[in-house]
């Protein structure tokens, strides 16, 4: 951690800064993760490491590089410093596969032959005439041959080149079959290496690419390392003060106020069975050096891909939600899955909120309010789009009209969604309209409460303001008329008539003939 003095003083958020060097010198806001480091060291040799992006796995790279090249002066007042006095300098080959398109079959091999010749100058061998992954083993044992120094293997976003060829199997194959030889070296040349360590967004077990590594050990939901990105709550209050009661003061709240809704839009995030909590780094010091609540991490770029898969694939949004599986569902299929759960597990949509020891599964969900909302109002078009291109789902308008007591005025803006919708692009009309209502209602509880529940002997919806209560009932191809009735006939009304709230009962059908709500009635 920082040293306390600073915590109530004005600091340097490292928005954007990957390298421990720069962060250490530069006098930027560092949060201590070196502990980790020694425990890796200490406990084991080869590593996988998979967190979403934006999430600090390039400078936990940058800080295990640091510390294999001996650079104790770096480590002052950290936690590694008292644990080692073991700071002698050893070969190191970082690989960083992030800064690159990958739009070729040369893209790869220039990233890899720019890095080989780099290491090869510093070693003092040359053999261009070879494969790549000729030159590593052999760059590896002429290193440790050299120096006396067995070497470390840092790959930093070692599938970059394969999540960046998703649309492109027959280039992602080729850039599989590369970099599975490549990456083999760690096997092959296991005498001469003293430490390896690859991080990534995803597995791709599915795709042999770790089926020659099965010496690396996945850390990704080890309860040891659930915390060794991101920043916990401890971390939170011990580094932060400053910027927390800034943030207070510009938002007119207190202390506990500014917490809270730092907790609510970015905490949440779970890495293991121990569900230790951990901020998303980026959102959160963004946040904090703006003094402002946004969506920062789902800004810097969600692939439109996951909008089409999630689509495509004829998905119940509700699904997303409490969602209970298997450790091997979400450890080992890659973002070239059908299976959507898993990629937005391994893409940060969705963390883990519960675990049954007994049957080994994980119970998965949004992690919190800034991911939630902003990838939902991102799929929305998927759902709402007219054929000129345009969608009839303005949030404030619905949350206007709720809130103005106008369910008229609602109930045409919201057949509106379902007018204008190609038909030919629906393939399951009954699921199109349930995810349409479930999109509209949840982004509609960001601003009101709105609990959403399907068909099992409640009400499908109810809304609260300060002023109306609103009881939806929901029906497919029967009446309007049928669906007020069940409202009347089961007295859903009844929780509230104590209430002095004004309460309206509104029943809607849809046709699957029409494709479109055919009906309403409000009383």
């Known amino acids: 951690m920082t040293n306390p003095d600073r915590s109530k003083e004005p600091m340097k958020y490292p928005i954007g800064v990957q390298s421990f060097v720069e962060m250490r010198t530069g006098n930027w806001l560092y949060v201590d ?20 992006r934006r999430f600090g796995k390039s400078l936990l790279i940058s800080t295990i590089e640091a510390y294999f090249l001996g650079k104790r002066e770096l480590f002052k007042g950290l936690a590694i410093d008292s644990l080692t006095d073991d700071w002698e300098s050893r070969p190191v080959f970082h690989l960083d596969l992030n800064a690159k398109d990958y739009v070729d079959r040369s893209s790869l091999m220039q990233i890899l032959n720019a890095h080989l010749e780099v290491w090869e100058t510093q070693i003092g061998t040359h053999k261009s005439d070879r494969t790549p992954e000729e030159r590593f083993v052999w760059l590896i044992r002429k290193a440790h041959e050299k120096t006396g120094q067995k070497v470390v293997i840092l790959v930093d976003e070692y599938d970059k080149p394969l999540l960046a060829t998703s649309d492109d199997k027959t280039l992602q194959d080729s850039y599989r079959k590369t970099l599975k030889g490549f990456y083999g070296a760690l096997k092959s040349c296991d005498a001469d290496i003293q430490f390896a360590m690859l991080t990534g967004v995803t597995k791709f077990s599915k795709v042999s690419i770790f089926s020659d590594l099965n010496n690396l050990e996945d850390i990704t939901l080890d309860d040891r390392y659930s915390t060794i990105c991101g920043i916990t709550p401890e971390e939170l209050a011990t580094n932060f003060k400053y910027g927390i009661e800034t943030l207070a003061k510009k938002l007119h709240t207190d202390l506990p106020g ?39 991490w789902f800004d810097t770029g969600t692939p439109s891909f996951l909008a089409d898969k999630i689509y495509d694939n004829a998905t119940d949004l509700t699904e997303f939600e409490r969602e209970e599986v298997t450790s091997d569902r979400i450890r080992s299929i890659g973002l070239i899955s059908d299976d959507t759960v898993p990629v937005l597990f391994q893409s940060g949509y969705l963390t883990i909120k519960g675990y049954d020891s007994e049957f080994r599964e994980y119970v998965l969900d949004y992690p919190n309010r800034e991911v939630k909302e902003a990838f939902l109002k991102f799929i929305l078009p998927k759902y709402t789009e007219s054929q000129t291109g345009k969608t009839a789902f303005d949030l404030k308008r619905f949350v206007a009209d709720i809130r103005n007591g106008e369910p008229e005025a609602f109930m045409r803006r919201f057949s509106a969604l379902f007018a204008g919708y190609p038909y030919e692009m629906i393939s399951d009309c009954e699921l199109h309209y349930h995810n349409v209502i479930y999109l509209t209602l949840t982004l509609m509880g960001f601003y009101v409460r709105a609990e959403y529940h399907t068909s099992d002997g409640r009400c499908d919806a109810v809304v609260q303001t300060d002023r109306f209560i609103y009881i939806f009932e929901f029906k497919y191809d029967k009446s309007a008329r049928e669906a007020i009735g069940q409202i009347n006939r089961k007295n859903y009304a009844a929780p509230f008539a104590a209430d002095r709230r004004k309460i309206f009962k509104i029943g809607v059908n849809f046709s699957s003939e029409t494709r479109s709500i055919d009906g309403f009635i409000i009383e």
């Open 33 to 52: 993760k070196t502990m980790y480091v020694h425990d890796l060291i200490s406990d084991g040799k080869y590593y996988f490491l998979s967190r979403p």
């Open 258 to 296: 500014a917490l809270d809704m730092l907790r609510e839009n970015y905490d949440g995030y779970h890495f293991s069975a121990a569900l230790n909590d951990v901020y998303n780094p980026y959102s959160l010091l963004s946040a904090l050096k703006k003094s402002e609540i946004g969506s920062f």
